[in-house]
């Protein structure tokens, strides 16, 4: 006690003050501190700054704090009155959102935008050359030529309709822009064989079938060879007046011709055994050796394509300016050709391909 109160009787009282203030200003720095580092923590400036130095902390980058596990109260100063404008693709690669699938979005119809129709083509033939165009017994035109025709017609997408002229009808209808292209079995023009395909303005595809000579001989016949010494005095059958005879009579001089009226009449003498060879028309002996008529004789040989006899073959016939469906007939041919179309359509008509 003597020293409690000593303590206090001596002074103690006065060394006592001092550190009550020292902690009392401590506290209060520490105070102010804690509450300047929460404020610089969210953004807003320290008190003490100047205006300059508080614009330099404002534009300073800050470090991103912790992560804020619970949700967060919004701002009602950034709470914007009207909703806003939607975000760019930028700004949602910026906030890394899932951006819309173009495939969920309904599409837009474009003004005035409608489907092209097909376009419409008529195709011109005659009607009356079995087994290339022909009637069939319900009226329809019918034959190699106008199932060609529907193929390739399918492979470029267009919808084509036929109508039937006359075989001197066919180009100047075509001229008059009664169709627009003939498949009638023409001849591409060869030096010294007529071809009503060789008329100004006209153009040609490539050749759809070819059209050479051939020999046709008994089935049990011992084949010959197709020179002039071992054909020499043998008898060969040919329709009188046609390119055959004339041919014959040119690469074969020394055989003996004999001269029918008409072909038919030439296959009737080699099925009889009236004749060594028969020489035609590789295609129509094609036709005739597959049919019950025919079913005696068969091709041997090889096919002769000499065009100044045979020509070249046959083609589409086009009005000129219409080179572009002159070219996808082209393009559709060969296409058929190579997917084995051709074929199937040519071996309904023959027991060969024709082309």
């Known amino acids: 006690m003597k020293r409690l109160s000593a303590w206090y009787g001596t002074g103690g009282i006065k060394r ?27 953004g807003e400036p320290l008190p003490w700054l100047e205006q300059g130095e508080r614009g330099a902390i404002a534009e300073a980058p800050v470090e991103p704090g912790p992560a804020v596990t619970g949700p967060a109260e919004p701002n009602p100063a950034e709470t914007p009155a009207e909703p806003s404008a939607p975000l760019t693709i930028e700004q949602m690669m910026a906030l890394q959102l899932p951006l819309p699938n173009p495939a969920r979005m309904p599409a837009e119809p474009e003004a005035g935008a409608e489907p092209e129709p097909p376009r419409e083509i008529v195709i011109l033939t005659e009607g009356a050359y079995p087994p290339f165009n022909y009637r069939d017994g319900s009226g329809a035109l019918s034959g190699f030529d106008v199932e ?15 109508a039937a002229k006359p075989w001197d009808r066919l180009v100047p209808a075509l001229a008059a822009g009664e169709g627009d292209a003939v498949i009638a079995s023409m001849l591409i023009p060869a030096a010294g064989r007529e071809s009503p395909a060789s008329s100004p303005g006209l153009i040609l595809s490539d050749r759809y079938y070819s059209t050479p000579g051939h020999f046709a001989a008994r089935r049990n016949a011992v084949p010959l060879a197709a020179t002039p010494s071992a054909l020499a005095g043998r008898s060969i059958a040919v329709q009188a007046g046609s390119i055959h005879q004339a041919y014959v009579s040119m690469r074969f001089p020394d055989a003996k011709l004999e001269i029918f009226p008409s072909l038919e009449a030439a296959q009737q003498a080699l099925a009889e055994g009236k004749a060594h ?26 096919a002769y394509g000499d065009a100044a006899y045979f020509g070249k073959g046959a083609a589409i016939v086009l009005r000129k300016g219409d080179e572009k469906l002159r070219d ?5 041919l060969a296409a058929l050709i190579a997917d084995g179309t051709y074929a199937r359509i040519s071996s309904g008509y023959f027991s060969g391909s024709i082309y």
Do not use: K
């Open 16 to 42: 006592a003050g001092p550190m009550r203030f020292l902690l009392y200003v401590n506290m209060v720095a520490i105070v102010l501190l804690a509450g300047a580092l929460a404020r610089l923590y969210e």
């Open 277 to 302: 060879l028969l020489f035609g028309d590789r295609n129509m002996l094609l036709r005739w050796s597959a049919s019950p008529d025919g079913a005696c004789c068969r091709l041997v040989g090889p």
């Open 148 to 162: 060609l025709a529907r193929a390739l017609c399918e492979n470029i997408e267009v919808h084509c309709t036929f």
């Open 328 to 332: 996808d007939f082209n393009v559709a």
